[in-house]
């Protein structure tokens, strides 16, 4: 083996102007060439391993959210199984009503038709403001006050 070396890294077989390389500088660039080979290899685990860190504590911040997010669902349907909620929601939303009280109903909203109970009294009220007179709207143009009652 010690012929091939010789023989190819000879001033004749080489062709220059009598360089030649030993052995040990071709270890040394054997040597680097790996050293490189290893230090870019240990640069992309070490930007994987940064982008590891990224996601990783963005999932951490997820679990978080969701963990307060469970608690307020938790909170809420601690709530919602309360009397208090019950009572609100039958009033409001079922739109009943208990023993000697009025259910009063908006014209023309559609929650008659939706109104459990059909043995309903129904009372019209007017809900709208009557449109003031002119002289009216000159008073208070005028003056600060609201304008005398004329009977």
């Known amino acids: 083996m010690r012929l091939i070396f ?18 040990v500088q071709l270890l040394l660039a054997i040597i680097v060439a790996v ?3 290893l230090a870019l290899n240990f640069s992309s685990r070490i930007q994987l391993d ?4 990224v996601i990783h504590s963005g999932v951490v911040a997820e679990i978080e959210a ?7 669902l938790i909170h809420e349907l601690n709530h919602v199984k309360s009397d208090a909620y019950v009572e609100f929601w039958a009033r409001d939303e079922g739109k009943m009503i208990r023993d000697g009280e ?12 939706s ?3 059909t043995n309903l009294q129904l009372v019209e009220f007017v809900t709208t403001a009557r449109e003031p007179q002119n002289w009216e709207l000159w008073w208070a143009l005028f003056f600060d006050g609201p304008p005398p009652q004329l009977r």
């Open 102 to 113: 009025i259910l009063i109903l908006p014209q023309g909203s559609g929650a008659i038709e």
């Open 50 to 53: 940064r982008e590891l860190q």
């Open 6 to 23: 010789s023989g190819i890294f000879s001033p004749r077989a080489s062709g220059n102007d009598g360089r030649r390389f030993s052995t």
């Open 66 to 72: 969701l963990k307060d997010q469970q608690q307020q």
């Open 35 to 37: 050293g490189l080979l």
């Open 115 to 117: 109104a459990p109970d």
